[in-house]
């Protein structure tokens, strides 16, 4: 999917800009059928609008696990870091020393 350039129109992408990493949550497999055909057929056009049937309770198991995954990283003492060579990383992260291979996180620590 690299060629539709999803994961740049996302929000998240603002935080990459950063220099923070980011988790990109995608649908399951179940799912990419439907998404795909919408996003053929209504995204952008006008036929997206708030007429659309909304899963709110699928919204809600959604968002509670997004909350949980949130927290735990919140709570580890080590703040997120960059995949090594990741290419968004390598791009907006912070320079990774390779003297002490010690790399800058975002809430100002380092990590080795």
């Known amino acids: 999917m690299p060629e539709k350039n999803v994961f740049i129109r996302s929000d ?6 950063q220099g923070i990493p980011s988790v ?5 497999a179940d799912g990419g059928d439907v998404v ?9 056009t006008p036929l997206d609008d708030m007429e659309q049937p909304i899963d709110y309770e699928a919204g809600v198991k959604a968002a509670g696990m997004l909350l949980l995954v949130g927290y735990e990283v919140a ?4 703040s997120p ?6 290419f968004f990383g ?3 992260g912070p320079n990774v020393s ?7 996180t975002p809430r100002g620590g380092t990590t080795q």
């Open 12 to 17: 998240q992408y603002s935080f990459v800009q």
């Open 24 to 28: 990109f949550i995608r649908n399951g």
């Open 36 to 44: 795909e055909k919408w996003l053929q057929t209504r995204y952008h």
């Open 75 to 78: 709570q580890q003492d080590q």
């Open 81 to 86: 870091t960059w995949n090594q060579d990741d």
């Open 90 to 92: 390598t791009k907006f």
């Open 98 to 104: 390779s003297s002490t291979g010690e790399q800058k």
